[in-house]
């Protein structure tokens, strides 16, 4: 089955910096890629998500990139604000089969720093 | 986006005793649902698939027995927790695919199960 990766494990930043969480997975039929932001004890919220026909997806502060020959793809978070602080966690799944079931990364937990 | 409800929130109960959880898409037909357990600074192990009218397909390793699972129409799926034991202490969070939403996955609130 699929494997996802995820790291890394803890991430520390000052405030206006930027961010980089990265993930790779195994199955190369894997076609959708999300990312949730999950709070202490809160339900994850999805907060991006990308298709394998496209490489990168960006919304205001949150890109997301894909390089699917490599099996990787990353997180990428500008201008960090405190209120980013949060477990992220990555996934893959492969639509359309398997009733599109995620698989998800080990998760990182950012630590923005007013 | 699509809103999951999942009650209760929290529950404690003693051992041997049997606890079910209520999963419910309250704005779109959830053809699918998904049983997830998430222990403290761990990632969402998946427990289960669901689709409505038909047996849940379980993960390797999932006590079918213990971890009964029902999703009797397209908007509820319940997980009931049965003889629970200390060590079935988690946070068990649930979420749900179908009709306009069927690409994207949205998570009930969890609910955190203590067994004393």
């Known amino acids: 089955g699929e494997n996802v990766e995820q790291h890394p494990s803890t991430l520390s930043v000052q405030e206006g910096d930027s961010a980089v969480i990265k993930c790779t997975y195994s199955?190369?039929?894997?076609?959708?890629f999300p990312w949730y932001k999950q709070e202490l004890g809160k339900r994850p919220q999805l907060i991006i998500d990308?298709?394998?026909?496209?490489g990168e997806k960006k919304d205001q502060r949150i890109a997301v990139t894909l390089n699917k020959t490599a099996k990787h793809f990353s997180l990428h978070i500008t201008e960090t604000q405190p209120e980013d602080s949060a477990v992220y966690f990555c996934?893959?799944?492969?639509?359309?089969?398997?009733?599109?079931?995620?698989?998800f990364g080990q998760g990182t937990i950012l630590t923005v720093h007013p | 986006g699509a809103v999951v409800s999942q009650h209760p929130s929290w529950v404690i109960c003693k051992s041997g005793t049997s606890v079910k959880i209520e999963c419910r898409s309250l704005?779109?037909?959830?053809?699918?649902m998904f049983w997830y357990r998430q222990f403290p600074k761990q990632s969402l192990m998946l427990m289960a698939t669901?689709?409505?009218?038909?047996?849940?397909?379980?993960e390797q390793g999932v006590e079918k027995d213990k971890f009964l699972i029902n999703h009797a129409s397209l908007t509820l799926s319940t997980l009931t927790v049965t003889s629970a034991h200390p060590e079935d202490s988690s946070f068990y969070i649930c979420?749900?695919?179908?009709?306009?939403?069927?690409?994207?996955?949205?998570f009930g609130s969890g609910t955190q199960l203590s067994v004393l």
């Open positions: 669901s689709n409505e009218g038909s047996k849940a397909t379980y």
């Open positions: 996934a893959a799944s492969i639509q359309g089969t398997s009733y599109g079931k995620l698989t």
């Open positions: 990308i298709r394998s026909n496209v």
């Open positions: 199955d190369s039929a894997s076609n959708y």
């Open positions: 979420s749900a695919r179908g009709g306009a939403y069927n690409e994207k996955l949205f």
């Open positions: 704005d779109f037909q959830a053809t699918t």
